[in-house]
């Protein structure tokens, strides 16, 4: 039966295709204990996140170590974000976090960022799905509250402006478990009766609590599919929800929306007037919309995340490093005592040595004498002792029982 075969690079390869093609790994917050924590001289966070029964291993990368805005540490209970991925160097899998925070803070504002970043990534922010604000509109449907200061605010500033404009106030809650659900249905009824050339939907400041209805997924998916241009009216110049991204204008204030919606009822002159005002209210405010988003998408995962890579190949270099420096020494060490041992061998088999111990060595003519028949009567003779070199003359050869005659 035939098998497939593959090699370890392989399977990890594979295994990390996994976690990186899985949404809900790419971008998902965790909340535990920190445990094993090390700050590494190159910047990097490790350590562990860890609850009653379970820990994950963690890595922050320098360039998010540098937008903390605390310190953290062993026994810390933390808010981390990030994404799940394979080390392919070491199978080992890991939370690479890229924002952290003490946990129990900041949550409304997590959601925030997370269904901004899902919206902007189906296309809902995109100019192209941008209506144009009728210049001279006969009807304007306003989904407010119909007891708030902004709803006052929209109809003291339109009566002043053009009383033949015709206000249509369609009723909603602002605030509360219902309020964007019932926001939604303002919308889209609005849409059903198709009487208002435009629509305000908004309200007045507060908090992020106090706002948060218009930061529903509900309600930014009926401002978009609206047929009616729809313009964002929530909170103070300062404040920005998800419906001002989605709407086609976003005014800064209800006020102002009143401003953009309904045209003064002027001269001629002062028509165009006060329609090149609104032009560079317009451009300003879509300005710092713009400004806000750039800035938001400069420090979006997608754009830092190249320098992961390139983090993860400093780990595994410096892992290479120690390696090669490891082998080198073992390679050293074995080699030093096979040299020892060599010079040790050398030297019990040298001749030299053999003299030392009371031998002696005889040369004619610079050859070893190893044999009678290798030297003659007369010959001259090197014999090498310990201490020095004997010169002598060969008187005569035993050979054998017999004696040469002198």
């Not at 952290?100 to 192209?128: R, T, W």
Request: hydrophobic share 40%; net charge neutral.
């Amino acid at each position: 039966m035939k098998v497939n075969v593959y090699t370890v690079s392989q399977i990890n390869g594979y295994i990390k295709r996994i976690f990186e093609n899985d949404v809900f790994l790419n971008d998902l917050y965790i909340e535990g204990e920190i445990s094993n924590f090390k700050y590494h001289t190159s910047g990097h966070l490790y350590f562990s996140l860890k609850d009653e029964t379970g820990s994950i291993d963690c890595v922050m990368f320098r360039s998010y170590v540098q937008s903390l805005k605390f310190e953290p540490g062993n026994g810390e209970s933390v808010l981390a974000g990030g994404r799940v991925s394979l080390y392919e160097k070491t199978g080992k899998y890991q939370l690479y976090v890229n924002y952290m925070q003490p946990a129990g803070k900041g949550a409304l504002y997590i959601a925030f960022e997370k269904l901004k970043a899902k919206l902007e990534a189906e296309g809902l922010f995109l100019p192209e799905y941008k209506k144009p604000i009728p210049e001279y509109p006969k009807t304007v449907a306003v989904v407010t509250s119909p007891t708030g200061a902004a709803v006052r605010d929209i109809i003291n500033v339109a009566g002043r402006r053009n009383p033949s404009v015709k206000l249509v106030i369609i009723p909603v809650l602002v605030q509360g478990e219902n309020a964007a659900a019932d926001i939604a249905r303002g919308i889209a009824l609005a849409n059903e009766w198709g009487g208002a050339d435009t629509i305000i939907v908004g309200r007045g400041g507060g908090s992020m609590e106090d706002l948060w209805a218009f930061n529903e997924e509900i309600v930014a998916r009926a401002i978009f599919d609206s047929k009616i241009p729809v313009i964002s009216a929530v909170g103070h110049e300062v404040d920005f929800t998800i419906a001002d991204f989605v709407s086609d204008f976003r005014a800064p204030t209800p006020s102002a929306a009143a401003e953009l919606a309904v045209p003064a009822a002027q001269p001629f002159e002062m028509r165009y007037k006060n329609a090149f005002k609104r032009i560079q209210t317009a451009l300003d405010s879509r300005t710092a919309s713009l400004e806000m988003r750039f800035r938001h998408a400069f420090l979006t995962r997608k754009l830092q995340r190249p320098l992961d890579d390139i983090f993860d190949l400093q780990i595994y270099v410096g892992d290479k490093l120690d390696k090669i420096q490891n082998t080198a020494e073992r390679i050293y060490e074995k080699n030093a005592a096979g040299l020892s041992a060599a010079i040790a061998s050398i030297e019990a088999l040298s001749p030299m040595n053999v003299i030392k111990r009371g031998y002696a060595l005889a040369y004619i003519d610079g050859k070893p004498v190893k044999s009678v028949n290798d030297a003659a009567v007369g010959s001259e003779i090197s014999i090498n002792v310990k201490d020095g070199i004997i010169n002598a003359s060969v008187r005569g050869i035993t050979n054998g029982s017999e004696k040469a005659k002198l």
